[in-house]
């Protein structure tokens, strides 16, 4: 486990942590004035590879042998500048940090963060980290890393769990989930309205780019049930129709072999070490297709919906205390964002017909494919 201090006296600023895979959806935006919640579980902290913070260069400024020297193979709106290796952790794991007064950032209903960190080492003064709290943004505290250091503290690093110990666990991320709008208002209508969760949106943005990078331009097919409502609809409209489609299945801990002619799996990284499950023997060789364990487990196991009557109806005066979900009020669509983000970094985003969709997206977009 870890503690972080301020580079400059030394203060500490968090809690103990211990590392975990940075979440897909940590730089997520979702919707418009809606309130999401804490990204990190308490006592956790991860690191995004990816520099962040100002200064920021369009893309027209940039090389396109330094983007590939990045990691970014085809335009993006621009880049930023700053150093990689920004540490997000929840606001609560804080320690010895005031706000600076007056860095708010581009704001609507709280801080973005947008003009740099907001957060200051109370003993010395030093700008250290910047708190989110925006609407549409994921609650969140992100650590500078040019004014922050890791300091192991007693207690050692916590041994990963292994693959059984967390499908016995089963912390899975429900499909739908109610969401609250800032301003006080309805949302589509409700005080609290449901939603696909945007945990799932945004692994689906991530998976969806994957998933088009296996296919090598050829059809694909998934699997009944929700997995195919979360996948196939954008298949079917980004991929060439007729045979032969290829196959992609849900594979991982737990679950039976996959066929040895399988051509693509679905399967969780590890949440705490990030690293792909992947099947021994000649299944090895599919192409993985990454989704988030809490939504994988979900897609495997589901929870069964409550109870409800075979037919007929309740007595009168008699109501329900097990009212079953609501269903969202659309057709689900993948974060774009995401889906961008990733395809961007494949290498095999180079291919023009790659390239096309990316060029296409915000057609995709209004076709509802892809969330805005």
């Known amino acids: 486990m870890f503690v972080f201090v301020c580079v400059g006296c030394g203060g500490e600023l968090t809690a103990p942590l211990t590392q975990?895979?940075?979440?897909?959806?940590?730089?997520?935006?979702?919707?418009?004035?809606?309130?999401?919640?804490?990204?990190?579980e308490s006592g956790t902290f991860a690191v995004d590879p990816e520099p962040s913070g100002p200064p920021w260069r369009p893309w027209e400024d940039i090389d396109p042998g330094e983007a590939a020297d990045r990691g970014i193979y085809a335009p993006v709106d621009g880049l930023f500048d700053g150093?990689?290796?920004?540490?997000?952790?929840?606001?609560?794991?804080?320690?010895?940090?005031?706000?600076?007064?007056?860095?708010?950032?581009?704001?609507?209903c709280g801080m973005d963060g947008a003009d740099g960190p907001n957060m200051a080492c109370e003993a010395c003064?030093?700008?250290v980290a910047s708190r989110i709290d925006d609407c549409s943004?994921?609650?969140?505290?992100?650590?500078?890393?040019?004014?922050?250091?890791?300091?192991?503290?007693?207690?050692?690093?916590?041994?990963?769990?292994?693959?059984?110990?967390?499908?016995?666990?089963?912390?899975?991320?429900p499909p739908f989930e109610p969401i609250v709008n800032t301003w006080g208002r309805s949302?589509?209508?409700?005080?609290?309205?449901?939603?696909?969760?945007?945990?799932?949106?945004?692994?689906?943005?991530r998976a969806l780019a994957h998933l088009l990078v296996a296919s090598q331009g050829?059809?694909?097919?998934?699997?009944?049930?929700?997995v195919e409502e979360v996948f196939q609809r954008a298949l079917d409209a980004l991929l060439p129709k007729g045979p032969p489609k290829q196959r992609a299945v849900l594979a991982g801990p737990g679950q039976p072999a996959p066929d040895t002619d399988t051509d693509i799996l679905l399967v969780p990284p590890h949440p705490q070490t990030g690293k792909t499950w992947m099947p021994p023997g000649p299944a090895a060789s599919a192409y993985p297709v990454p989704l988030p364990f809490g939504v994988w487990l979900w897609l495997v196991s589901p929870e069964p919906d409550l109870p409800v009557p075979a037919s007929g109806g309740l007595p009168d005066g008699v109501l329900r205390d097990d009212l079953t979900t609501p269903l969202p009020h659309r057709?689900?669509?993948?974060?774009?964002?995401?889906?961008?983000?990733?395809?961007?970094?494949?290498?095999?985003?180079?291919?023009?017909?790659?390239?096309?969709?990316?060029?296409?997206?915000?057609?995709?977009?209004?076709?509802?494919?892809?969330?805005?």
């Open 83 to 108: 150093a990689p290796g920004a540490i997000v952790i929840a606001p609560g794991d804080t320690r010895g940090t005031v706000l600076i007064p007056g860095k708010r950032g581009g704001t609507c």
């Open 331 to 372: 057709l689900f669509q993948a974060d774009s964002a995401v889906f961008r983000h990733t395809l961007t970094r494949l290498p095999a985003v180079r291919s023009p017909w790659l390239r096309e969709i990316l060029e296409n997206l915000t057609q995709h977009m209004r076709a509802g494919l892809f969330g805005w």
């Open 187 to 205: 949302w589509l209508g409700l005080h609290d309205s449901w939603s696909w969760s945007p945990q799932w949106e945004a692994a689906a943005g």
């Open 125 to 127: 003064g030093l700008p």
């Open 218 to 226: 050829r059809p694909v097919t998934v699997q009944e049930g929700l």
């Open 137 to 173: 943004l994921w609650q969140a505290v992100w650590l500078a890393p040019n004014a922050v250091r890791r300091r192991p503290v007693d207690g050692g690093e916590v041994a990963p769990l292994s693959w059984a110990e967390l499908v016995a666990e089963g912390r899975s991320t």
């Open 20 to 40: 975990v895979a940075l979440p897909v959806h940590a730089r997520q935006s979702f919707g418009n004035g809606l309130k999401l919640p804490v990204l990190m």
